[in-house]
């Protein structure tokens, strides 16, 4: 009987210490994953938005040439309703 309760005082304190380090090390894991996860969503994020600011570039230039094309036209129309006057 005293072998099962020296066996037992050993294993199970041994056991829980060995429980105690696989759940640390599994936290660990699925922490780094998680932050991977993210940092990867992050680049995608950042991706998108570089494209859609590229976008937002060359809506903008395409306005200031219509723009331009307006004012020239308004200018032109200007120029005439003071030569009828």
Do not use: H
């Amino acid at each position: 009987m005293s072998e099962n309760v020296l066996f037992a005082a050993l294993f199970f304190p041994a056991l829980a210490v060995m429980v105690v380090f696989t759940m640390k090390y599994l936290s660990a894991v699925l922490q780094a994953r998680a932050r991977i996860a993210q940092d990867e969503g992050y680049k995608a994020l950042a991706a998108a938005s570089t494209a859609a600011q590229a976008e937002t570039a060359t809506a903008v230039a395409q306005l200031n040439a219509t723009l331009a094309q307006v004012q020239a036209r308004m200018a032109t129309l200007e120029k005439i309703l003071k030569e009828v006057e």
